[in-house]
Every structure is written in structure tokens, then in C-alpha cells.
């Protein structure tokens, strides 16, 4: 049986790629942006892996699929890697 999630890694990666573009001052540094997250596709699987596992701990809060649980963590891992 396959585990629910509030978002599939393809509404994960989508949502996540969508709040790390918005740091895009042109249109030549949001092509530059899509190529970067093109590349670091497998690290925000991992990401997404890694949400799933917190999501299942009750002692943690359950925000990692909010705007604010991405920004907190891959979009500001992204932002490091940039």
C-alpha cells in the first residue's frame, strides 16, 4: 500500500523549481535558472524522499509541504548551491 502525501514528487519538484524562479531578475537569468534546476532534478527528488520521511514523524510539524516548508528547505539548499 502506497503512503499519501499531500503532494506527488512531480507537484513537489513543479512547486519547488516555480519558488526558486522567482529570484529571477531577467529573462536571460530565468533561462540560466531553468538549466540549473534541470540539473539538480535528482537532488530535489532526494528532497522530496527527505519531506516524506519528516512528514511521517509525529514529533516533527507537518510543513514541509507548505510554500513554507519548501522555502525552509530545498529552495534554500537551491539557493546555497546557486
Known amino acids: 500500500m502506497t503512503k499519501e502525501y499531500p503532494m ?7 512547486r519547488v523549481c516555480e ?5 529571477a531578475e531577467s ?3 530565468l533561462e540560466y535558472i531553468k538549466k ?5 532534478e535528482k ?4 528532497e522530496y ?7 511521517d ?4 510539524s507537518n510543513i514541509q ?5 519548501l522555502i525552509r528547505q530545498p529552495v534554500r539548499v537551491l539557493d546555497m548551491l546557486y
Request: aromatic content about 18%; charged content about 45%; proline content about 2%.
Open 8 to 14: 506527488t514528487c512531480e507537484e513537489f519538484k513543479k
Open 19 to 23: 519558488l526558486f524562479m522567482r529570484r
Open 27 to 29: 529573462d536571460q537569468e
Open 36 to 40: 540549473f534546476l534541470k540539473d539538480e
Open 43 to 46: 537532488f530535489i527528488e532526494g
Open 49 to 55: 524522499a527527505n519531506a516524506c520521511y519528516d512528514y
Open 57 to 60: 514523524d509525529p514529533k516533527r
Open 65 to 69: 509541504f507548505t510554500d513554507e516548508g
